[in-house]
């Protein structure tokens, strides 16, 4: 199976930014590359993925216009920016793949996993 790792996650402040990163352990097909995070106390929520399909992304609307999805081939990583951070933004992040849906936000449609890289946004 196909190991996800993530990496980037930290401490910022509001208003602050990271960039978080996605390796699999091998190259693979996969319909689409995600991330979900989750918050302490909180289910586990969609936030991105890009669409190997056609090369476009989408978005939770909670997170529209703050991060951008994105992936680099010739690395096979898949990044997160996130701009404009703020508290509620804090939370577990994880890489996830789906091999088969393409435009999926449910996490039941993604086979592999990270373990996941803290965010946390302070003030």
């Known amino acids: 199976q196909v190991r996800l790792v993530e990496s980037g996650g930290g401490l910022v402040q509001i208003g602050g930014s990271l960039r978080l990163s996605c390796a699999p352990s091998?190259?693979?097909?996969?319909?689409?590359m995600g991330w979900f995070r989750q918050a302490s106390g909180k289910e586990r929520e969609f936030v991105a993925a890009?669409?190997?399909?056609?090369?476009?992304?989408f978005y939770a609307n909670s997170v529209k216009g703050r991060l951008s999805i994105s992936r680099d081939n010739a690395q096979n990583t898949v990044y997160l920016q996130m701009n404009s951070l703020k508290p509620e933004d804090t939370a577990v992040y994880f890489c996830?793949?789906?091999?088969?849906?393409?435009?999926?936000?449910?996490?039941?449609?993604?086979?592999?996993w990270g373990q996941g890289t803290q965010v946390t946004v302070s003030s």
């Open positions: 890009w669409r190997a399909t056609d090369l476009t992304s």
């Open positions: 996830a793949s789906s091999t088969y849906f393409s435009s999926s936000t449910r996490e039941e449609n993604y086979d592999n």
């Open positions: 091998e190259r693979t097909f996969a319909a689409a």
